[in-house]
């Protein structure tokens, strides 16, 4: 058996001299039962509590699986998404019959779905800017929570001494990924984190609509644009006084609102603690491999609030944009979570997680062979949700800078 690296990620294969710590008997036992491979693997499934593995590489092959049901799901998201504005746009499909389904979305040779989407989105905006539509986009991104309960509780799994306390949401989420609703004041740089239904109090810039005074350029909902409006009801693209149904980052502190999430900071104390990334170690012994894995399970099945959009521009007097127009608000939201929220929070999370494969293979002699079985298959699985996510990652981030750069 040999361990192979390829990029951040290990692979074990079977019934080869390892390369970890020397080499290995052919007659040694471990290379018979990893011979036998691991028909108990199979991503997107549960992982037999029972299964007589080592409880680490248990921990890894949990975590596998569910990033590989996180990347099919997304991946076949950000697809439709991309097909539906190639098609609502008038674009012939140049990736339904592209046999690999990466490629389908986007490959080299510019004919994948999202290839397509962002050419034509590009070519309608560069259009619209010609006959001064006045287009802007306002965007309510969404914010992802990990599951503090599930991080301790697998963390206890991983415990080398009997007891380990588990901290807090608080001791243990880096303060700037820390959301609370603050009794007072969301600190100056940090973010009110408003929505659509529950807009924010705002003295900063708002990435959505701006209910207010506006300092600099905004352009309403029928496309009118005044400067320095103290009755902005639009897209402000300078300083919001006033809502915000989005985040909006705080240029000085301000209360939020109620139930208003603040992230990165505030003035007092706080309620409601959900941390947005990850979770450090607990303060006490513990396999760091085996909380590695588990930080990483946890990531993948973060809950995350969906983004929305809202276009603002002059519509009726250029009926051409309206295709357009409604083709992003139902489909971009799924490329800007793939983007810049959930997306990006699994891939960061699914290369810790093969850093974490890489560690846990090192041991080898702590392993059996039945073991290194499932974490070389798990491990593969690991390989194939990082390409995807590296995929629908990248593609979704084209489609979005295409209109970020084309509207205000």
């Keep these: 058996m040999t361990i192979k690296r390829i990029g951040r990620i290990v692979f074990v294969g079977p019934l080869v001299a390892l390369g970890v710590g020397g080499c290995i008997s052919p007659d040694s036992p471990l290379v018979e039962e990893s011979s036998e491979g691991c ?12 299964l007589n593995v080592d409880p680490t590489v248990r921990v890894y092959m949990q975590a596998a699986s569910d990033f590989s049901k996180i990347a099919d799901d997304m991946q076949s998201a950000v697809l439709t998404a991309c097909s539906n504005i190639a098609t609502d ?56 929570h990990v599951d503090f309960e599930e991080q301790a509780r697998c963390d206890a799994d991983c415990s080398i001494t009997a007891a380990c306390d588990p901290g807090t949401v608080e001791t243990r989420c880096e303060p700037g990924s820390l959301s609370v609703v603050c009794d007072a004041s969301c600190s100056a740089g940090a973010y009110c984190m408003g929505q659509p239904d529950l807009p924010a109090n705002c003295m900063g810039v708002c990435e959505s609509t701006c209910t207010g ?13 005044t400067e320095n409006d103290p009755n902005c009801m639009g897209k402000c693209a300078s ?15 301000v209360n939020c609102g109620a139930s208003v999430h603040c992230t990165g900071g505030c003035t007092s104390s706080y309620s409601d ?7 450090k170690p607990p303060n006490c012994d513990l396999n760091a491999e ?12 973060a809950k995350c609030d969906p983004s929305t959009v809202e276009i603002f521009g002059a519509i009726e007097s250029n009926p051409e944009l309206q295709p357009l127009v409604d083709t992003l608000k139902e489909n971009l939201p799924v490329l800007i979570d793939a983007a810049e929220v959930q997306g990006k929070l699994a891939l960061d999370a699914a290369h810790r997680l093969g850093d974490s494969g890489q560690a846990i293979s090192a041991k080898i002699e702590d392993l059996s062979g039945k073991s290194l079985a499932c974490l070389g298959e798990s491990s593969t699985a690991v390989g194939q949700a990082v390409g995807q996510f590296d995929v629908t990652v990248q593609a979704s981030v084209k489609v979005t800078v295409a209109c970020d750069d084309r509207m205000d």
């Design 39 to 50: 028909s108990e693997f199979q991503a997107g499934k549960d992982v037999d509590a029972n």
């Design 89 to 144: 746009l008038g674009a012939s499909d140049s990736w339904s019959q592209i046999g690999d389904q990466k490629s389908r979305i986007s490959n080299a040779q510019g004919t994948g779905a999202c290839d397509v989407a962002g050419q034509k989105i590009e070519a309608l905006l560069i259009e619209a800017g010609t006959v001064n539509a006045n287009l802007a986009l306002s965007v309510s991104r969404g914010e992802c």
């Design 213 to 225: 005074e506006c300092k600099g350029k905004c352009v309403h909902g029928d496309g009118k644009v």
């Design 239 to 253: 300083s919001c006084n006033g809502t915000c149904r989005g985040r909006c980052k705080v240029e000085q502190p």
């Design 273 to 279: 603690p959900v941390c947005t990334t990850e979770f």
């Design 290 to 301: 085996c909380h590695a894995a588990c930080s990483a399970k946890v990531a993948a099945n």
